[in-house]
């Protein structure tokens, strides 16, 4: 697969007491004891430029060795704001690094209708555990690096969103939760656009086989073979 990750389409079971999204937690959780990095995404996520690796975006945003998770901000509008009047982050698109306390934190998110209070407001309102995480456990796990912010214009929204006071066009994550019908467009030229690159190279990589100077040639073109 490209770039050599391990890629799993995930069909997790529902939680019988809460919305669906909120599996999130618990499968990322499981899969970080066997892998050192987690990158979920949502089905109606997308990738937009695939010949660039995970590695330079986590330096572009600065995801250091204590980083516990990274996720892109939510879209400027006055109900994405939590109590403490901090944007919300989205869980659509999510960066975990394995480690105890991540596994701790994980933990007490996937724990937080049941050990917080007021936590269980969001187990079935939305923005269920997205609302959770911001809410409350960014503030537990709250060291200086523990969670990166990414700025919403690079991992949420889409080329079509218009709405919200900051722009978020997804740049190298298009997240389309308002344009779910758009995924398919997105994903294909996406993974066209790569294909072409790399037809492109290919083909400068082996142009002394492919190309053919005939740009002095006379014509009519002789018989070579009489």
Known sequence: MIHGYDYRLVRAADYPDRHGTWVKPAITKEA??????????????????????????????????????AMAYDLDWEQDYDPQGNLILNTGFVI?????????????????????????????KWAHEQSAFSYYIRYEFNRTHDVKNIPCNQANGNEFTLDGNGECKGVFVSHNWKHKHKTPELLSRSIMTSLARRVHGQFHHDIKDLYTDASKQTYPIPDRAT
């Not at 987690?38 to 330079?56: G, K, Q, R």
């Not at 306390?101 to 937080?112: K, L, N, P, S, V």
């Not at 050990?115 to 407001?121: A, E, F, L, V, Y």
């Open 32 to 69: 970080l004891k066997t892998h050192d990095f987690v990158i979920s995404l949502d089905s109606d996520a997308v990738f937009t430029h695939l010949d660039l690796p995970l590695e330079w975006l986590m330096n572009l945003w600065d995801y250091r060795p204590e980083t516990l998770v």
């Open 96 to 124: 975990a690094q394995a480690s105890q306390r991540t596994q701790d934190m994980f933990q007490r998110w996937e724990d937080c209708p049941r050990s917080i209070p007021g936590c269980d407001h969001w187990k079935h």
